[in-house]
């Protein structure tokens, strides 16, 4: 595994704005975390948003977050080539598609709306699985 630097040349060079920063990384960690307990909430992009506010806040909380064990390998899959797990893949599939789906075919909502939550449902999809499933092997698992 390896672990970042111990001295970050992309951190801020104001202080206000790195604790800002700081402060920031550790909401989105707080929310990917309630995100790998709720089905509803995303756990990815909170967890890369904070990485992005600890590289340029905080060395020690950067280096925390890639050493984490359940956090850690996320980063890293995504870093090394922006992977995702074909599990997440799959979960992150089932519930766009049952929410999405949803209001596509059942909702109430205007044929418009309709019609775009459908194509950004694709789009995202299509984001989706376009990624390599591990890093440096292509699409396979």
């Not at 905080?58 to 280096?63: G, I, L, V």
């Not at 074909?86 to 059942?106: D, E, H, N, P």
Request: net charge positive; glycine share 10%; proline share 6%.
């Amino acid at each position: 595994m390896e672990i970042p630097s111990t001295r970050n040349s992309k951190l801020h060079t104001s202080k206000p704005v790195r604790h800002l920063l700081l402060a920031l990384g550790w909401i989105f960690v707080g929310l990917g975390a309630l995100g790998a307990l709720l089905p509803l909430l995303p756990t990815t992009p909170f967890i890369l948003l904070a990485a992005y506010c600890f590289a340029r806040g905080s060395d020690k909380a950067h280096a925390w977050l890639h050493q984490n064990r359940v956090f850690g390998p996320l980063l890293r899959d995504w870093e090394n080539g922006g992977a995702i797990s074909l599990r997440t893949k799959f979960i992150a599939a089932a519930m766009l598609l049952s929410l999405v789906g949803y209001q596509v075919f059942f909702g109430d909502r205007p044929i418009g709306l309709r019609i775009f939550l459908g194509v950004m449902a694709i789009g995202v999809l299509t984001f989706i699985f376009s990624r390599p499933s591990r890093p440096g092997r292509g699409s396979a698992s």
